[in-house]
Structures are given as C-alpha cells and as structure tokens.
C-alpha cells in the first residue's frame, strides 16, 4: 500500500463548486469569456494552471485554495454545524407571517389613492383659473 496521497482533481472539484452555486457550465463560460466545451473540459482535467484557475475562482464567488481544498465532506460539516449552532433562530421559523397578497392589494389602493387626490387637486386648480 501506498503512502502517497492521490492529489486532488481540480476540474471536478470546480465542478461541485458549480453545481454548489447553481451555476451552469454556460454561465461560468461566460463569465470567464470562453464556451460551454473548454468549461466541460476544464471539469474533466485533473490540473489546470494558475491563471485561468484564478479566473474560476472569482467567477465562482471562491479564492483558489477554496478549489483545490475542497471536499463533499467538509461542506456538509459546514452545513450540518451552521444548522445546530441555530436551532431556534430565524432559520428555524422561515414562515411568512402575513399574506404577501394582501401587502399588494394596500399598495395598489394607497396609489390609487393618490391618483385620486392629484386629479382633485388638478381639478381644484382649474376650477380658480
């Protein structure tokens, strides 16, 4: 058995970033100003160099050594603590406790409102003139 540790597939961890972030391969290829293709390449490389990895990074929200660091496990550790350091909170209790309808029915009657009062005061206007 071998002591060496298998280093780490970059392309496939830019990939779980992606997906993390709900980002598609098109919309990253964009926004490193290359295509879909170099992107689904990039994925599938185990190294990439340090320039366009650098440009990933920022595309991705990440820094660099966030990338070549990453694993699964870590991010449900992060995960599963950032939910039990909460429990109780805001997070907990995410129901919405009016009916957004019914904000937009008083928002749609206080600007017919002022509607009304302009074209009264349009009216008072003329009425002196």
């Known amino acids: ?4 540790s298998k280093p780490k597939h970059i392309g496939r961890n830019i990939s779980r970033i992606r997906e993390f972030r ?3 391969q098109e919309a990253l290829a964009q926004a490193i ?3 879909q293709q170099a992107i ?15 440009k990933i990074a920022e595309a991705l929200g990440v820094t660099v050594e966030a990338i070549k660091s990453f694993s699964e496990e870590n991010v449900f550790n992060y ?4 939910n039990e350091s909460v429990t109780g909170s ?14 937009v ?5 206080r600007l017919v ?11 008072k206007l003329l009425k002196e003139k």
């Open 1 to 4: 058995m071998s002591t060496t």
């Open 22 to 24: 709900g980002m598609k």
């Open 33 to 35: 100003g290359t295509n």
């Open 40 to 54: 689904s390449g990039i994925e599938g490389s185990e190294t990439i160099d340090d320039s366009k990895l650098t």
């Open 79 to 82: 995960f599963n603590t950032f």
């Open 90 to 103: 805001f997070i907990m209790n995410n129901s919405c406790n009016f009916n957004p309808l019914d904000k």
């Open 105 to 109: 029915v008083e928002l749609y009657e």
């Open 113 to 123: 409102q002022a509607e009304k009062d302009k074209v009264e005061y349009l009216e």
